[in-house]
């Protein structure tokens, strides 16, 4: 497998009147291979849409450099930057842009007549492209007549219409409703397989992520936090934030003392876990909450009792409380357990990461205001 | 949706509510009546019916007056041409400011709107001392350096009324399609590039289409104000006797000494000039029926900036000096004369003085055209604020039969030039109706500046209304309040920033007010603007200069007191 899409030490500075300089993305080092589907995943302001628009063309870099099937796109220190109409990309937006003053036929004839191809040729392809979006019978029909999910399919029939090799997903789910969004997962996922291109997937929303993808990148304050497959990722996250950002989790801040390891602040009990070699005082451990054992009497486990119970409809959440801290526990039905009840919880596969920093928290909270 | 919670309103109220929007609804009704309808049917009646009955006489005698079709054909062409022209100036501005990385966008910005502030009439004066064909100051100069026989430019043209008109009318446009852009999804442009366009394919096909509406909307109103504009091509005309209808409405009852004759010539002229308004209203209807598309769309991403490349500097030299010329030039050339011991004397430091300060203070009419003002902008804008959130309150929440005729009925006189307004109003106030003579104080004014800007404040509380959610009220009568209650306690404060951006809106364009004042002022009853113009007709042109720096001193400072009390308001 080929690598299709290189970003080499890709930054991307904004400059801001009230906040200074803002990193929105910082040494980027991406590979994507040829006919995969590859994900930017990350909370709003990680950079994974401007890295999208450098792709594109509509950002220029300020370090690094950008090779599209081979070719250099956008280079800083050659000062290169190839045009986003000379790209030869498709691309679909989150808010579909499809424009209101052209029909269905015209919006997906548009890129062809750019390229001043004939009528009959024209013709043909349009009207391909309209098949496989299941937009047949429509042509004559103006967006502002249609639903989000058909004026979605006109994005998408337009971006197919000329057969590009890669294709630039925008957030194109999360204007849909969840139903819809499933099934026109199934129909980008089908539309590759039959036009063969190779997909770049932005979006905010990990299952959608982790059910489209080949490969991911989780991305957090403008840096790469983790590349890996969707199970790689949920299984051996790097990080507290991936490990947060992926599925449900619940953390537990701890110290270590005397080979012992007792929740922060309380330390009447200790928590019998294995600690790694390389822990600090302060940690902080992390753990899935249907990975956490409850029961009635194995008295092995960490003495406690059930704050409180909430019935989900697939499951039941316990919150516990470990020291002064609160953990949430996820059950089957089938255990139950009521409100004050004693209870012994037990770690399956807990992970280790080192404890907050608040300097983290105050750059997150500034760049909420870009 | 609104008329089901409407009756559902009405059942929890029962009788009781019924009775006060009847209430309110007939004042709604009486009010227009009397301000609206009255003096257009005075105008119709006059025109048409003469003491033996109906008769086309006096239509037919001005249709053969030669000076008068001059009038509707130079009305109509400069009409024409200021809308193409201001539309062309408008749309490249706003692209420009809003698309492309020019510099210096915010000054630019703020300075593109001021001649939305600017009364057009000061312009037009401070271009004839500019450029007229005798002693015009620039046209001396081109003279002197060139060498040449005749003055080069001539403002007193029917090209030199299109060309002031332009300078004061293409903010309309501009503005309408700078915020056109602006809320703009910038994704739409971006994907025409995804799909391989040029960037000028990109504007042909995709911006300027989706902006037409907006166009559209801005060139309307240009050629509804030009075909009614009495201040330029007054100052401009008169002297070369071009008219226009206004100019020649004015011209008629003027040199008629205010007689009825003379007015009801021109309740007749009106009548064509109403006339050709209607055919340009149905024209540009016909030609620019766009469709209203939604291109707001989307989440906020800034849009970005077409890179001007080699074309910035020449494009930033030229917006300079289009602001250099709309702006500098005729607010500097009104301060400079305002210094100027006598009108004639060259612009040099020795001649200047504040004699005419002085002289213009001392004159009493002065103070009373400043008070009169004052007193008629904010009276009216207080009238016109409450009569208009009625109109609008009984159109939008309590949709009587009949409530389409009402929003017509506030909406008629935005359509109707303002001289035409004038006659009307004086017609129906001289005592031919209600046996009430109001001629020559400041209430025929007041009645004629209500009328006028209705429309303004109606507009602005109508679209906050509608933002107003019924659910709102009606969880203040789910809490026990009454309907009354809830009208005082919900309704009128979530609206209130509206009302008082009415008020605003109608304020400021009375404070500098001509057309319609020229016509009905008396003695006594001088408006600023009327003042202004008289004191230049009379030949003290530095005089009327130093009171035109002065009023637009007071416009600044009034605006920019608006912008900071009406900034950070709660509201709808």
């Given at each position: 497998m080929a690598d299709y899409i290189v970003l080499r030490n890709v930054t991307k500075k904004f400059n801001t009147k009230t906040l200074g300089d803002i990193v929105a993305v910082d040494n980027f080092n991406i590979n994507v291979h040829e006919g995969e589907c590859f994900s930017f995943l990350g909370p709003s302001g990680c950079g994974k849409s401007t890295t999208l628009r450098m792709i594109a063309g509509f950002e220029d870099l300020t370090e690094g450099e950008i090779e599209l099937c081979g070719k250099l796109v956008?280079?800083?220190?050659?000062?290169?930057?190839?045009?986003?109409?000379?790209?030869?990309?498709?691309?679909?937006?989150?808010?579909?842009?499809?424009?209101?003053?052209?029909?269905?036929?015209?919006?997906?004839?548009?890129?062809?007549?750019?390229?001043?191809?004939?009528?009959?040729?024209?013709?043909?392809?349009?009207?391909?492209?309209?098949?496989?979006?299941?937009?047949?019978?429509?042509?004559?029909?103006?967006p502002g007549d249609l639903s989000g999910g058909q004026q979605q399919r006109i994005a998408l029939a337009r971006a197919i219409?000329?057969?590009?090799?890669?294709?630039?997903?925008?957030?194109?789910?999360?204007?849909?409703?969840?139903?819809?969004?499933?099934?026109?997962?199934?129909?980008?996922?089908?539309?590759?397989?039959?036009?063969?291109?190779?997909?770049?997937?932005?979006?905010?929303?990990?299952?959608?992520?982790?059910?489209?993808?080949?490969?991911?990148?989780?991305?957090?304050?403008?840096?790469?936090?983790?590349?890996?497959?969707?199970?790689?990722?949920?299984?051996?996250?790097?990080?507290?934030?991936?490990?947060?950002?992926?599925?449900?989790?619940?953390?537990?801040?701890?110290?270590?003392?005397?080979?012992?390891?007792?929740?922060?602040?309380?330390?009447?009990?200790?928590?019998?876990?294995?600690?790694?070699?390389?822990?600090?005082?302060?940690?902080?451990?992390?753990?899935?909450?249907?990975?956490?054992?409850?029961?009635?009497?194995?008295?092995?486990?960490?003495?406690?009792?059930?704050?409180?119970?909430?019935?989900?409809?697939?499951?039941?959440?316990?919150?516990?409380?470990?020291?002064?801290?609160?953990?949430?526990?996820?059950?089957?039905?089938?255990?139950?357990?009521?409100?004050?009840?004693?209870?012994?919880?037990?770690?399956?596969?807990?992970?280790?990461?080192?404890?907050?920093?608040?300097k983290e928290a105050m750059e997150r909270a500034k760049r909420q205001v870009i | 949706m609104f008329s089901v919670n409407n009756n559902a309103m009405a059942a929890i109220d029962g009788k009781k509510r019924f009775s006060m929007d009847k209430l309110l609804t007939i004042v709604c009704f009486f009010m227009l009546f009397v301000v609206v309808i009255v003096p257009i049917f005075m105008i119709i009646f006059n025109a048409f019916f003469d003491k033996n009955g109906f008769s086309l006489n006096l239509i037919t005698e001005q249709f053969a007056d030669k000076k008068n079709l001059d009038a509707m054909f130079n009305t109509i062409k400069i009409a024409i041409f200021a809308t193409i022209f201001g539309t062309i100036v408008g749309v490249f501005?706003?692209?420009?400011?809003?698309?492309?990385?020019?510099?210096?966008?915010?000054?630019m910005r703020a300075l593109f709107n001021i001649p939305y502030m600017f009364p057009p009439f000061l312009g037009a004066m401070a271009w004839e001392l500019l450029l007229n064909d005798r002693s015009g100051y620039l046209n001396r100069f081109f003279m002197d350096v060139l060498?040449?026989?005749?003055?080069?430019?001539?403002?007193?043209?029917?090209?030199?009324?299109?060309?002031?008109?332009?300078?004061?009318?293409?903010?309309?446009?501009?503005?309408?399609?700078?915020?056109?852009?602006?809320?703009?999804?910038?994704?739409?442009?971006?994907?025409?590039?995804?799909?391989?366009?040029?960037?000028?394919?990109?504007i042909a096909k995709i911006t300027l289409p989706l902006v037409k509406p907006a166009i559209s909307a801005g060139a309307l109103l240009i050629l509804i104000s030009s075909l009614a504009h009495f201040g330029v091509p007054s100052i401009l005309g008169f002297r070369q006797e071009i008219y226009t209808l206004p100019t020649r409405i004015y011209a008629v009852i003027y040199n008629s000494g205010g007689s009825f004759e003379g007015i009801r010539q021109g309740a007749a002229l009106s009548v064509m000039l109403v006339g050709v308004v209607?055919?340009?209203?149905?024209?540009?209807?016909?030609?620019?029926?766009?469709?209203?598309?939604?291109?707001?769309?989307?989440?906020?991403?800034?849009?970005?900036?077409?890179?001007?490349?080699?074309?910035?500097?020449?494009?930033?030299?030229?917006?300079?000096?289009?602001?250099?010329?709309?702006?500098?030039?005729?607010?500097?050339?009104?301060?400079?004369?305002?210094?100027?011991?006598?009108?004639?004397?060259?612009?040099?430091?020795?001649?200047?003085?504040?004699?005419?300060?002085?002289?213009?203070?001392?004159?009493?009419?002065?103070?009373?055209?400043i008070r009169n003002s004052l007193i008629l902008s904010v009276s009216a804008g207080i009238i016109s604020m409450f009569l208009g959130t009625l109109v609008a309150y009984v159109v939008q929440k309590i949709k009587p039969k009949g409530s389409a005729v009402l929003e017509i009925t506030s909406m008629l006189p935005y359509s109707i030039p303002g001289t035409v307004l004038s006659i009307g109003v004086i017609l129906a106030w001289s005592g031919a109706i209600f046996g009430i003579t109001l001629y020559n104080t400041l209430w025929i004014i007041l009645v004629a500046y209500i009328a006028r800007y209705?429309?303004?404040?109606?507009?602005?509380?109508?679209?906050?209304?509608?933002?107003?959610?019924?659910?709102?009220?009606?969880?203040?009568?789910?809490?026990?309040?009454?309907?009354?209650?809830?009208?005082?306690?919900?309704?009128?404060?979530?609206?209130?920033?509206?009302?008082?951006?009415?008020?605003?809106?109608?304020?400021?364009?009375?404070?500098?007010?001509?057309?319609?004042?020229?016509?009905?002022?008396?003695?006594?009853?001088?408006?600023?603007g009327v003042h202004i113009y008289s004191l230049r007709d009379a030949g003290y042109i530095p005089q009327a200069a130093a009171l035109a720096v002065v009023a637009i001193g007071l416009i600044m400072l009034l605006n920019v007191i608006v912008t900071q009390l009406t900034k950070d308001r709660k509201g709808v």
């Open positions: 956008s280079s800083s220190k050659k000062k290169l930057y190839v045009p986003p109409e000379d790209r030869g990309l498709g691309m679909v937006f989150q808010a579909f842009a499809v424009w209101p003053h052209m029909n269905v036929y015209e919006n997906v004839a548009f890129p062809l007549r750019i390229k001043k191809m004939n009528k009959t040729d024209i013709d043909k392809k349009v009207m391909e492209a309209l098949k496989h979006t299941s937009l047949t019978g429509l042509e004559k029909t103006f219409v000329t057969n590009p090799k890669v294709m630039l997903l925008d957030e194109p789910l999360s204007n849909l409703d969840p139903k819809l969004r499933e099934s026109m997962r199934f129909e980008i996922k089908a539309l590759q397989k039959k036009f063969n291109f190779t997909i770049i997937f932005v979006t905010h929303d990990q299952s959608e992520a982790m059910a489209i993808s080949d490969r991911m990148m989780v991305c957090d304050m403008g840096k790469i936090m983790q590349i890996d497959t969707p199970e790689n990722l949920y299984n051996k996250p790097v990080n507290r934030f991936v490990h947060n950002f992926l599925g449900e989790s619940t953390f537990i801040n701890v110290v270590v003392k005397d080979n012992k390891v007792y929740p922060k602040g309380n330390t009447n009990q200790a928590i019998k876990i294995a600690i790694p070699s390389d822990a600090s005082n302060e940690m902080v451990v992390a753990t899935r909450p249907n990975e956490i054992e409850i029961s009635k009497n194995d008295t092995d486990g960490y003495k406690t009792h059930i704050e409180s119970r909430t019935f989900l409809t697939d499951r039941i959440e316990y919150l516990v409380s470990v020291g002064n801290q609160l953990v949430k526990v996820q059950t089957p039905h089938r255990i139950k357990f009521d409100k004050n009840e004693e209870c012994y919880i037990k770690f399956v596969s807990p992970m280790w990461y080192p404890a907050d920093d608040e | 501005y706003a692209w420009l400011l809003g698309r492309s990385d020019i510099p210096a966008k915010g000054v060498k040449l026989e005749k003055p080069p430019l001539n403002i007193n043209s029917i090209w030199g009324i299109v060309f002031v008109e332009v300078s004061y009318y293409f903010p309309f446009v501009f503005m309408q399609v700078v915020s056109a852009l602006e809320r703009m999804d910038p994704t739409l442009e971006e994907c025409a590039r995804i799909a391989g366009a040029k960037q000028s394919t990109v209607a055919i340009a209203l149905f024209i540009q209807n016909r030609i620019l029926s766009a469709g209203n598309y939604d291109i707001i769309k989307g989440k906020s991403m800034r849009p970005t900036l077409i890179k001007l490349r080699a074309a910035k500097l020449p494009l930033l030299f030229l917006s300079i000096f289009t602001l250099f010329i709309i702006v500098i030039v005729p607010l500097g050339m009104i301060i400079l004369i305002s210094f100027v011991k006598a009108y004639g004397l060259p612009l040099v430091p020795e001649n200047f003085s504040f004699i005419n300060y002085q002289k213009v203070f001392a004159n009493k009419g002065t103070i009373d055209s209705l429309s303004f404040s109606m507009k602005t509380s109508s679209a906050s209304l509608m933002q107003v959610s019924s659910s709102l009220e009606e969880a203040s009568r789910a809490c026990g309040a009454s309907h009354s209650e809830s009208l005082a306690d919900i309704t009128l404060p979530l609206i209130r920033p509206a009302m008082v951006s009415g008020f605003f809106l109608i304020f400021l364009p009375a404070m500098r007010e001509v057309t319609t004042s020229i016509l009905l002022y008396g003695p006594y009853t001088r408006t600023l």
